[in-house]
């Protein structure tokens, strides 16, 4: 499962989270991950005024090609039990870049999505 990190959708409701972003998806993916460390993001669940959207891609591939996506990991310097998802960082795997027209980009994902589960 991925949860689209640009698809905001807004929401006026004080009972749900909410996220504020400002910037473009690419350009929020660059800059938040640069640091790879947990600490980095706990200061991104602030302000808000959307909502972000998980859904669930199944991408099918032919044997000889890839999904189209560098997926990357954050670093903890502490232990990763540590780590607690908030709407802005529900995993610390993201997708890092996504090839324009590949299989990965067909199924919707996108620069800076993040990767909640692979597999049932």
């Not at 067909?106 to 800076?112: E, F, K, P, S, V």
Request: aromatic fraction near 10%; glycine fraction near 10%; charge should be negative.
């Amino acid at each position: 499962m991925f949860t689209n990190s640009g698809d905001a959708v807004p929401d006026n409701s004080k009972s749900k989270k909410k996220v504020h972003f400002g910037e473009t998806r690419t350009d929020r993916a660059k800059k938040l991950f640069r640091h790879y460390t947990v600490g980095s993001y706990d200061s991104f669940d602030a302000l808000s005024d959307c909502i972000i959207e998980e859904k669930t891609v199944v991408l099918q591939k032919k044997d000889n090609e890839g999904f189209g996506f560098v997926l990357r990991g954050a670093k903890a310097d502490t232990p990763i039990e540590e780590f607690t998802p908030t709407p802005a960082f529900p995993a610390l795997q993201y997708l890092e870049s996504v090839d324009e027209g590949g299989v990965a980009w067909q199924a919707g994902l996108r620069t800076g999505d993040f990767l909640i589960e692979v597999g049932q």
